[in-house]
Nanobody
Framework: QVQLVESGGGLVQAGGSLRLSCAAS????????MGWFRQAPGKEREFVAA????????YYADSVKGRFTISRDYAKNTMYLQMNSLKPEDAAVYYC???????????????????WGQGTQVTVSS
């Protein structure tokens, strides 16, 4: 099993920045991809960004490309999401997820991921 714990959420003004962290523990050797999803009230959980655990590949939703940066610290078993130029529509609960998959196909789907964190709230005021 893998446990994931997010942190770093909070309230920020539009145009501001936040950095989310996701600490992984347990059988982290089984992780090959990690990702961030978000869910706003009344909406489906949607893909935000993903990274291969090697760090070689990163993927972004069009809505965040150029504003968000995903990264990971292999030694700390931690993934990050640097969010800049935040907009009110970025407000949501952000979830981190981990996948055992060796291949990237489907990285943007919820079913690709085997483990999920509990979520951290991001609120953006206009």
């Amino acid at each position: 099993q893998v446990q994931l714990v997010e942190s770093g959420g909070g309230l920020v003004q539009a145009g501001g920045s936040l950095r989310l962290s996701c600490a992984a523990s347990g059988r982290t050797f089984s992780i090959n991809f990690m990702g961030w999803f978000r869910q706003a009230p009344g909406k489906e959980r949607e893909f935000v960004a993903a990274i291969s655990w090697s760090g070689d590949s990163t993927y972004y939703a069009d809505s965040v490309k150029g504003r968000f940066t995903i990264s990971r610290d292999y030694a700390k078993n931690t993934m990050y999401l640097q969010m800049n130029s935040l907009k009110p529509e970025d407000a949501a609960v952000y979830y981190c997820a981990a996948s055992r998959s060796y291949y990237s196909a489907g990285y943007y789907t919820k079913d690709f991921y085997n483990y999920w964190g509990q979520g951290t709230q991001v609120t953006v005021s206009s």
